[in-house]
């Protein structure tokens, strides 16, 4: 059973900074790329950032050069730095990753989602 836990959302003041972080836990092979998505009241969910296995990292335009991403040393863990943020920065938060297991079959990649962090920007 795989799983992937968030933590480090709350209520915070415009400016100021947040940082999230997800862990990968269970029967996992390998870890591919590993990414937040954020989806806000009556809006669909959208990527934030993403980084690959070798440490490529990609950002949406909205949240380039205030959001950082990253991941542990260990690789099952990825973290999201999120610096000077805006009102329209709220959203519920969710870590995504591609994880490999060993199945009956071989090995399998499946798209795996956190239960999602609330992250909310209001003075």
């Known amino acids: 059973q795989v799983q992937l836990v968030e933590s480090g959302g709350g209520l915070v003041q415009p400016g100021v900074s947040l940082r999230l972080s997800c862990a990968a836990s269970?029967?996992?092979?390998?870890?591919?790329?590993m990414g937040w998505y954020r989806q806000a009241p009556g809006k669909q969910r959208e990527l934030v950032a993403v980084?690959?296995?070798?440490?490529?990292?990609n950002y949406a335009d909205s949240v380039k050069g205030r959001f950082t991403i990253s991941r542990g040393n260990a690789k099952n863990t990825v973290y999201l730095q999120m610096n000077s943020l805006k009102p329209e920065d709220t959203a519920v938060y969710y870590c995504?990753?591609?994880?490999?297991?060993?199945?009956?079959?071989?090995?399998?990649?499946?798209?795996?989602w956190g239960q999602g962090t609330q992250v909310t920007v209001s003075s």
């Open positions: 995504n990753a591609v994880i490999t297991v060993v199945a009956v079959n071989g090995l399998v990649s499946t798209n795996y």
């Open positions: 980084i690959t296995s070798d440490g490529s990292t």
């Open positions: 269970g029967s996992i092979f390998s870890i591919n790329d």
